[in-house]
């Protein structure tokens, strides 16, 4: 199979923030989540913003942003990258810079995604938000790909994406921005998530990919094991506004006997437009 990029959307350390340039794949897209910028401390928790923005530059971008062809500032834990053929534009967030209070970092970045979203207007860019975590008030669309019975988002403390950013995308639609959507994670689930029940702003989370420790399955609704892993393929076809997801590796059945295989939206309508059940 021939794809443009891989990507993980964050958590690529679990518990306390670390270095992984001596063994993360260099052709692979990073993304911040909540434990790669954490501290834990055994009989006090977690801090969940220890790593400063400039080090999670250093520990997860810097070291690989050679072999990506992206456009990064350094310092910056946010990034983007056009795919002028395909006439997409893919915007790297940092959700961990709106943890807690937000400060002129969280500022900076809000401001360089409106920068960034107005130029793809612009340019006829279409637009794809990968960012870690879905946003507190997002609902679950009702399909193969969100798990049965969900129907809001659990409220996640440690990471959220915040109104500001949701609010930020939500004008510049309005102003004839072409927007696919979000690629999420965080949640060790699969859903499609509809930032605003609206239709305009659809996040495509998946469960979690790894499956060396099994308590980190404890929120998914799919079959595991050690040899059946979970990733999605996404292809985007702006000629028709239409996203297409399929679901790669062996955890494609849920408990409750449901498959997850391919799914396809309009992203222009919020419209599920085909399913492969």
């Not at 400039?54 to 795919?83: C, L, M, V």
């Not at 930020?168 to 999420?184: C, Q, R």
Request: charge should be negative; aromatic fraction near 10%.
């Amino acid at each position: 199979m021939e794809y443009d990029d891989a990507i993980c959307t964050g958590d690529m350390v679990g518990d306390t923030a670390t270095q992984i340039s001596s063994w993360w794949n260099p052709s692979v897209l990073t993304c911040i989540g909540n434990h790669d910028t954490a501290s834990y401390t055994a009989g006090t928790g977690y801090d969940w913003t220890a790593l400063s923005m400039a080090n999670r530059d250093a520990y997860y971008i810097a070291p690989f942003e050679s072999n990506w062809g992206i456009t990064h500032t350094s310092g910056t834990s946010y990034y983007y990258k056009d795919y002028d053929e395909a006439k997409v534009r893919l915007i790297v967030m940092d959700a961990m810079l709106y943890s807690g209070t937000p400060g002129a970092e969280a500022t900076a970045q809000t401001a360089w995604l409106e920068n960034l979203l107005t130029d793809a207007i612009t340019n006829d860019l279409h637009v794809l938000i990968a960012i870690h975590a879905p946003h507190g008030g997002a609902t679950a669309v009702n399909c193969s790909f969100s798990r049965y019975g969900q129907t809001a988002m659990p409220t996640q403390q440690d990471c959220t994406t915040p109104q500001t950013v949701i609010d930020t995308v939500a004008a510049k639609i309005t102003g004839g921005l072409n927007f696919i959507g979000y690629i999420v994670g965080h949640m060790h689930q699969d859903n499609i998530w509809d930032a605003e029940n609206d239709g305009e702003q659809l996040m495509y989370c998946v469960t979690c990919a790894a499956v060396g420790y099994a308590p980190l399955w404890a929120q998914s609704d799919q079959h595991r094991d050690d040899k059946n892993d979970a990733y999605n393929v996404i292809t985007i076809d702006t000629a028709n506004t239409l996203v297409k997801i399929i679901r790669g590796g062996g955890a494609n059945m849920d408990d409750h006997m449901r498959t997850r295989k391919a799914i396809c939206f309009n992203y222009s309508s919020g419209e599920k437009v085909g399913e492969v059940l």
